[in-house]
Every structure is written in C-alpha cells, then in structure tokens.
C-alpha cells in the first residue's frame, strides 16, 4: 500500500525553523516528483514547493526542498518562519516519467499524506 506520512511539525516562535519530513512506504520515492503544500484555517490548500525526480529541479520560495532518495524521503528546511505560516503541512507525490518535471498544482499530485501540522506563534 502506497503512503506517505509527514513528520517534523510543531509549535515554534516567530523566526524559529523547523524541518518537514516525508516518507514513502510502500513505493519507491525516486519515481515521483514531490510537492510541498498547506492549507491554513479557513483558506484554500496552496503549493509551498515542490521537487522533480533528478532533483534539480526545484521550486523553493521560502523554504528550501530537498531529497533522499536512499532514505525514500523529502525534507522541507523552514527557516524565519511567521505566524502566516501557521497551517497544516502535506506532501504530495506525482508519478512521472520526466525526470526534471516539478508540478506546482495540487489536481497533478495524486498521492497525499495526512499532514504534519506547523503553529507560529509567540
């Protein structure tokens, strides 16, 4: 059974860091390029970053994505993090056959953990 599963969330003040994980389970992660998205309260979900299967290519914006595929896993380094960033964090997979393709919308991602949930706050 295909899963991923995110970690590494939690309660951290303003201008603290944080660092996401996302495991895979059941499939083998370098198949797939993976994305980054949250979902605050009361807002749409929206794309964070996402990372191609080679891996260079990457959206980052503020954060920076990473992966390993040796350990089947991504990372997502948030660092200066802000109380806007406060939401529940998800990472999705989309299986490709490009090896440099990143999607940044969620309607291309067809595998989704349960989420890892981030508070910024003081």
């Known amino acids: 059974q295909l899963q991923l599963v995110e970690s590494g969330g939690g309660l951290v003040q303003p201008g603290g860091s944080l660092r996401l994980s996302c495991v895979g389970s059941g499939f083998s992660l370098d198949r797939y390029a993976i994305g980054w998205f949250r979902q605050a309260p009361g807002k749409e979900r929206e794309g964070v970053s996402c990372?191609?299967?080679d891996p260079i290519t990457t959206v980052q914006g503020r954060f920076t994505i990473s992966r390993d595929n040796a350990k089947n896993t991504v990372f997502l380094q948030m660092n200066g993090l802000r109380p806007e960033d406060t939401a529940v964090y998800y990472c999705?997979?989309?299986?490709?056959?490009?090896?440099?393709?990143?999607?940044?919308?969620?309607?291309?991602?067809?595998?989704w953990g349960q989420g890892t949930r981030v508070t910024v706050s003081s």
């Open positions: 999705a997979a989309a299986e490709t056959p490009r090896f440099r393709e990143c999607m940044t919308r969620a309607l291309e991602y067809a595998h």
């Open positions: 990372i191609s299967r």
